[in-house]
């Protein structure tokens, strides 16, 4: 426990405003989402950067469950070690959240829980929820949903947030339920007015608003992830429930119909189909590929293990398929809920045999979308799987970004032949005295003319096996055709290099040493290089959004005495991939990894770093 | 029957029986599996299917290996163990008007597959899902399969000491809607069931006892040659009407003839051998195979037919034209969509 500090009329007269971060703790199932999304909301609409995180159990009813907002008027989105604020529900962890609590930090929590034991150095704000509820007109079934409201009412009170903001965004969450809407702003309403009546304020927090999110959005990956891969032409999804990506296929199901059902037709353009388990779900989606579909999946370690085996036999096949991966912590069921970088080795080298993946790696919940139409013209430019990796931070939580962005190139859809293309592709080989195979490479880029199911041209059709098989998809155990066709892969992998996303590089100012990372670490990493500018360590850095290795990683590495590779998970995979792609730059690595479920901070980077650099 | 003769080198569409071969097959010779690829070649040389609405799915095993040799013009895929129904369920909505064949085998369907045969069942996608039966492990070289009786004795493997799956009452039980059990000696009826298949708009399951003659084919296993000649039943006489109009009801003693039809005017008819027994009985279809098992018999024809559930595709709102013709307009939204999207987002 933190020493014992008795607040002073110094750190009262010092306010926080807009820096700091906010934790709900209450029991999973008690219907506090919406109360702590309220709040967050709120802030949004008061103009103040702001991002919020879920931290919850693998669980339906009655385990502890977390809810923490940063507000951060440098729109700093990463995660922060110490609350300066916890609105308290849950007797059973009332005690552990206290020690999280900054000195002087606030602990406003519901009266009717014991506290046996309490710091001195804190604000204490018991809340009279149950007898504030009590003068309030709500069925019984749903009060305790309800009390949630009472404390974002207080809460409103207390950080001076603007009431008319919490009801825009209770109008938001409701639509046009409306006594819904009235019922809980009564709630809100009450919690304020007790406070005003009946809290005396001792601490120094509170918001102001500012005009730093207008324009912005506040969205999950997930989402992010399916809208984009809507505006990139997704036509079917198997899918199997598994958290953390779940949603991902559930905002689909969501948005689909809104955004691609035809006008005139008013039919679909897309199938979705929940598949039995993960090995259907990836059957589903790669036969949907093969026959010449926009086709994606989302899974988790778990469900992405079940796969391996059909993705291994799509990459021999040249099946193009999307499968985004919102990583969990494993390994086995690990932490269901708990967020983790721990897929990226398995998974660029998945399958049995010689193979390898083309990865992406989206940093933001913009890239989610982007990446979401992306993955879908590369999957099929190269015939290939593209996994894209996200994580139930990325994916589930809630971030400030700025909006999406329409794709800026047309839909892709690669070296496919219909009866047109094919009769004219035919003539031209003619000339050539050839024929045209489904694995014959044609242009000398790796990458075959394809042709799907439906294409009624006599001639136009193969069988697809995950067998061994020559140019003209004949059955073959030939060593020099199997030698040739897995180089052609390797090849096919060298092409797609050209279009994949490239690093983003953003250099300081006499910088010496280099950070290299990727996906959800952003946030945290950008936020420590000011950390450590602060402390007079200049740095570097570049994020790696996709594999196979762009040139420019290399370069940077070589530009760099020294280079921390940063990530979540316990040994370092990023930097494995790395070393077994620069054997020669390994010297200059240096592993900075950790894996404990939650989403690195500045401040662990940052003192690792520091340690390390003055060492 | 049918307005082609036996003796024109063409069917209706113009094709022959060349048109419709694979490759030649490397199974054993005398594979029950080689009489299914036939009666394949021969009911949709007789139905006038062209090989380019046809797609062919497998697993793995012997009888997966099977599509190759039918169908050469068709498009086909050899997909993973057990896991060619969802191969089958992705490809066929890439084009709903595509005849979708899949070609498994005990092994395949029973081992691994169970999972995927019956949810393809229940979820009645229109698909063609023969079943090589023959007990045996072949690939491998005479394992057990699930459907190898008790006790069972194989060379290298012992007795075998579990009970049997019974893949017609697992597809019953998955609530399949076309349930037949053939024999791969008897192939004129094998054909008619398979063109019974290849018009019903759902699953049609065909349990096809194909001994293994390499490594399976003693006289007293219920999976040889012998043993299917001594014990089959048919339960009916079974013949597939493309066209309707041909049906001559007079032809038949009053009261043995029953006639289904399917979703698209053609039908099934079916005469009675002895008792009276009706296919789209759900609960009569269970007693026939508990029976049969009961009382040693191989029990042949269309177990059960339910022509009033719909096809999979039927809840998916899909447009007329192939879902893989769509143009790209009509994949990605508008570009003023994207600001309500994200307005969406808070």
Not at chain 1, 48 to 64: A, E, Q, T, Y
Not at chain 1, 569 to 582: A, W
Not at chain 2, 281 to 293: G, K, S, T, V, Y
Request: glycine share 8%; with cysteine.
């Amino acid at each position: 426990m933190t020493p014992v500090q008795v607040i002073t009329d110094e750190s009262l007269s010092a306010p926080y405003v807009n820096d700091f971060c906010i934790t709900f703790s209450t029991v999973n199932g008690s219907g506090s989402a919406t109360a702590n999304l309220t709040v967050l909301r709120a802030l949004f609409k008061m103009g103040i950067p702001v991002s919020g995180r879920n931290i919850f159990p693998s669980n339906i009813k009655g385990l502890p469950t977390w809810f923490t907002i940063r507000v951060s008027e440098q729109g700093y989105l990463g995660r922060l070690e110490k609350d300066a604020v916890v609105v308290a529900m849950n007797q059973k962890t009332i005690l552990e959240e206290a020690d999280w609590l900054v000195n002087g930090g606030v602990l406003l929590y519901a009266d009717h829980l014991d506290l046996p034991r309490m710091r001195d150095d804190i604000v204490l704000y018991p809340m009279p929820i149950k007898k504030i509820s009590s003068e309030l007109e709500i069925p019984r079934q749903i009060r305790t949903y309800v009390e949630n409201m009472i404390y974002v009412g207080i809460l409103a009170q207390v950080l001076e947030i603007d009431l008319s903001k919490v009801k825009e965004a209770l109008a938001y969450h409701f639509k046009e339920k409306h006594s819904a809407l009235d019922m809980n702003y009564g709630a809100v309403r009450a919690g304020f007015d007790w406070a005003a009546e009946n809290l005396v304020k001792k601490d120094p927090y509170r918001v102001a608003p500012m005009n730093a999110t207008e324009g912005y959005i506040l969205a999950d990956g997930n989402s992010a992830a399916a809208l984009g891969s809507i505006y990139g032409g997704m036509q079917f999804s198997g899918w199997y429930p598994i958290t953390p990506a779940t949603s991902l296929p559930e905002a689909l199901i969501e948005y689909l119909p809104l955004l691609r059902t035809d006008e005139e037709t008013g039919k679909a353009s897309y199938a979705i189909v929940q598949a039995e388990d993960e090995l259907s779900a990836i059957g589903m989606t790669i036969g949907a590929g093969w026959g010449g579909l926009r086709a994606m999946t989302a899974t988790s370690g778990p469900g992405l293990s079940l796969m391996a085996e059909y993705l291994g036999l799509a990459y021999y096949a040249e099946v193009p398929v999307v499968v985004w991966d919102v990583q969990r912590v494993g390994p086995s069921t690990g932490l269901p809920t708990r967020s983790a970088q721990g897929d990226l080795t398995f998974a660029h080298f998945m399958g049995h045999g010689d193979t390898q993946f083309i990865i992406l790696i989206p940093g933001s919940v913009r890239e989610c979308f982007e990446f979401g139409w992306r993955a879908l013209d590369i999957a099929e430019e190269f015939q290939t799987p593209v996994i894209v990796m996200s994580d139930l931070d990325l994916g589930m939580n809630h971030w400030l970004s700025k909006p999406f962005e329409y794709p800026d190139e047309p839909i892709k859809r690669g070296k496919v032949l219909w009866e047109k293309d094919f009769e004219a592709i035919e003539e031209r080989l003619n000339v050539l005295g050839k024929k045209w195979g489904r694995y014959l490479d044609i242009d000398g880029d790796g990458v075959p003319y394809r042709t799907v199911p439906g294409n009624r041209r006599i001639g136009s059709s193969y069988f697809a096996r995950g067998t061994g098989h020559d140019d003209y998809a004949g059955y073959s155990e030939d060593p020099e055709t199997w030698k040739r066709g897995l180089d052609r892969l390797s090849l096919k992998l060298e092409t797609a290099k050209e279009v994949l996303p490239k690093p983003v590089d953003e250099k300081m100012e006499k910088a010496e040493i280099g950070i290299i990372t990727s996906g959800s670490t952003y946030p945290a990493v950008e936020e420590a290089r000011d950390l450590l500018a602060k402390k007079g360590i200049r740095t570097d850095y570049l994020r790696i959004r996709a594999l196979p290795f762009t040139d420019e990683v290399p370069a940077f590495i070589c530009n760099h005495e020294k280079t921390y590779v940063i990530e979540t998970n316990r040994d370092g995979q990023l930097k494995q991939l790395l070393t077994l792609e620069f054997p020669d730059l390994a010297r200059d690595l240096r592993k900075l990894s950790k894996i404990d479920g939650m989403p690195l901070s500045a401040a662990w980077i940052t003192d690792q770093i520091v340690v390390k650099e003055r060492d | 029957m049918g307005n082609f003769s036996r003796d024109t080198k063409t069917n209706a569409i113009g094709l022959t029986r060349e048109d419709y071969r694979g490759a030649p097959s490397t199974l054993c010779k005398g594979c029950g599996h080689n009489a299914i690829a036939a009666q394949i070649i021969a009911a949709c040389y007789a139905l006038n299917i062209s090989p380019e609405d046809v797609v062919k799915f497998s697993g793995i095993g012997c009888s997966s290996k099977c599509p190759t040799y039918f169908l050469s013009r068709s498009f086909g895929f050899n997909g993973l163990h057990g896991r060619m129904p969802s191969l089958a369920t992705g490809a066929l909505f890439a084009d709903t008007s595509l005849i979708g064949i899949g070609l498994s085998g005990d092994g395949d369907s029973a081992s691994i597959g169970m999972g995927q045969f019956k949810h393809v069942c229940r979820r009645n996608l229109p698909l063609v899902y023969i079943i090589a039966n023959n007990g045996v492990y072949g690939l491998t070289k005479g394992q057990f399969s699930p459907t190898a009786e008790k006790n069972l004795e194989l060379k290298r493997q012992g007795k075998n000491p579990y009970l049997p799956v019974d893949i017609c009452m697992e597809a019953m039980a998955a609530n399949a809607t076309f349930v037949a059990r053939a024999f791969a000696g008897d192939p004129k009826q094998l054909r008619e069931l398979i063109k019974a298949a290849l018009n019903h708009n759902g699953t049609a399951v065909i349990d096809v006892i194909s001994p293994c003659v390499t490594f399976h084919n003693l006289d007293q296993s219920i999976h040889s040659y012998a043993w299917g000649k001594k014990h089959e039943r048919q339960i009916h006489e079974i013949s597939f009407i493309p066209d309707r109009e041909e049906i001559v009801i007079d032809e038949f003693e009053e009261g043995t003839v029953k006639e289904i039809e399917l979703h698209d005017g053609t039908s099934i008819l079916i005469k009675k051998i002895g008792g009276d027994y009706d296919p789209t009985n759900r609960f009569q279809a269970f007693i026939m195979l508990e029976d049969a098992e009961i009382n040693n018999l191989l029990l042949t024809g269309l177990i059960y037919l339910d022509t009033k559930q719909e096809p999979m595709y039927e809840s998916f709102n899909l447009p007329d034209a192939a879902l893989n013709r769509l143009p790209n307009e009509k994949l990605r939204p508008a570009d003023e969509t994207l600001e309500m999207v994200n307005s969406w987002m808070l």
